[in-house]
């Protein structure tokens, strides 16, 4: 089922801003929250969307073998039919992330990192991108979409952006965590994902987009400041 822009999203709230301010009312974004509510993306695990060709040349059959007991089955990366409409309004922020990976290595390299308002041709370009990524499954790059409310931010504003990488037993996989108009307290955001036991025991948060491997184990935080398309 194609998710579209004129959805009806629930506002998010979050506890994590360090002090009083002009926050996105975001209050308590979780990845798991995310996971269930937030990201706009219609999935479909049917095998039927990969052909025998795609599984002979998978270095991870597995991956298409759809048991809930397999790990390797959730880490498959499922087709992207996310439609977007013309209709310009601010509503919303939607934020895009893609990446490359390597199957059966800790390794990863963010390409890009885009917050719009705008459904500019920009937007448009990386939205196409994703959809090429994911839909095609020809290429060891991918990336993901997330739409939030906004909350009287505005084009070329500044905010801070933070990605959960982790090992997902066959790569590096990267979840959008959320975005903040300040800095967010950086112990008390790594108990909670570590509290979730989704993505390990062990993690930190860096800065910037350079580094290439979670370390061997848990997980990391990429911490970036972006501004508003």
Not at 31 to 55: G, R
Not at 150 to 157: G, M, P, S, V
Request: with cysteine; charged share 25%; hydrophobic share 30%.
């Amino acid at each position: 089922m194609n998710t579209s822009d004129n959805s009806n999203d629930e506002n998010i709230t979050t506890d994590y801003n360090n002090s009083e301010g002009n926050s996105l009312n975001i209050d308590s974004i979780t990845s798991l929250q995310i996971q269930n509510n937030q990201i706009e993306e219609s999935i479909t695990n049917s095998d039927d969307d990969f052909s025998s060709n795609n599984q002979s040349n998978d270095p991870y059959t597995q991956l298409f073998i759809d048991n809930p007991d397999n790990p390797f089955y959730k880490c498959k990366i499922d087709t992207f039919d996310y439609e977007t409409d013309d209709e310009e309004t601010d509503k919303y922020i939607r934020i895009i992330v893609t990446w490359n990976f390597e199957y059966n290595y800790d390794f990863f390299n963010i390409n890009k990192v885009s917050a719009f308002i705008s459904k500019n041709e920009s937007f448009k370009t990386t939205l196409k991108e994703v959809k090429n990524y994911r839909n095609t499954n020809s290429s060891n790059c991918t990336g993901t979409l997330l739409k939030v409310k906004n909350n009287d931010l505005k084009i070329t504003d500044y905010v801070h952006i933070y990605l959960i990488v982790y090992y997902d037993n066959a790569k590096c996989n990267i979840e959008i965590y959320g975005i903040f108009d300040q800095e967010i307290e950086e112990d008390k955001l790594i108990n909670n994902i570590i509290n979730e036991s989704i993505y390990g025991k062990i993690g930190k948060v860096i800065s910037g987009t350079n580094i290439n491997s979670t370390g061997g184990e848990g997980f990391i935080i990429i911490h970036n400041l972006i501004y508003i398309e």
